[in-house]
Each structure stands twice: as structure tokens, then as C-alpha cells.
């Protein structure tokens, strides 16, 4: 892990394969440990094809998050 880092949202899908579910959280985890900022979201029934659904829409988990995370 870098020593410094900009919040970074890490998120999976819950519909997704279990070992990139386990790696997902095992890299939240890694970040939290070290102090880095940015939280770690899984949006059950979504994989890594319908995940991004919720960033196209404006109304979407993924977009609220990201607006979160660049907001002052």
C-alpha cells in the first residue's frame, strides 16, 4: 500500500464470483489497515457486468458514492 492515498471507493457486486468478492474485500481491508481513506460497498445482485448500471444512472448506489466522495 502507498503511504498517502485519495479516498477510493472499492466495491463488488454480491452476485459476483466468490474469490473477486474475497479479493475486493481483502483490498478494502489492506487499505483500512494502513489508514487509507475511501470505504468498501457491495451491492448485492449486481456483478461486474450490472454494477456499472448503478454508475450510469444519476440516481444510482455507485453515482450517490462517488458524489459523496467528491463532495466537500
Do not use: W, Y
Not at 454480491?14 to 468478492?21: F, K, S, V
Not at 475511501?38 to 440516481?59: M, R, W
Amino acid at each position: 500500500m502507498p503511504p498517502t492515498s485519495v479516498p477510493l471507493i472499492v466495491t463488488c457486486g454480491g452476485a459476483e464470483l466468490p474469490e473477486l468478492r474475497r479479493q475486493s474485500a481483502e483490498f478494502a481491508a489492506a487499505r483500512k489497515h494502513a489508514g487509507l481513506p475511501g470505504p468498501f460497498v457491495e451491492l448485492e445482485g449486481h456483478n461486474h457486468f450490472t454494477i456499472l448500471d448503478e454508475l450510469a444512472n444519476s440516481q444510482g448506489a455507485l453515482t450517490k458514492l462517488v458524489l459523496e466522495l467528491v463532495s466537500p
